[in-house]
């Protein structure tokens, strides 16, 4: 159940934002102060690397979780945890 939908706008938009400025925008910049004969190349090779990490990072982490995750015993066991309300 929802309880209140621009809440989750807020949150999302805060955190997505936070996101964006400290795993995107940050370094890029940091690049082109770096490489400022090269700042085509320093934010290409920037922008290929951060979408890189995501197809790498998802398969490594779904493959991960399907090794190694357990769900939560605190529930107590699946066959007795409705999931509906």
Avoid at 18 to 45: C, E, H, N, Q
Avoid at 47 to 71: D, E, K, Y
């Amino acid at each position: 159940q929802l309880h209140s939908l621009p809440l989750i706008y807020l949150g999302y938009g805060v955190f997505g934002g936070m996101g964006w400025g400290f795993g995107y925008i940050s370094p890029v910049s940091t690049l082109l102060r770096w490489f400022p004969d090269k700042k085509g190349l320093a934010g290409g090779l920037a922008l290929t690397a951060f979408g890189a990490g995501g197809a790498v990072a998802s398969p490594l982490i779904s493959t991960l979780q399907n090794a190694f995750a357990r769900p939560p015993t605190f529930l107590g066991p699946a066959s007795e945890i409705a999931l509906s309300v």
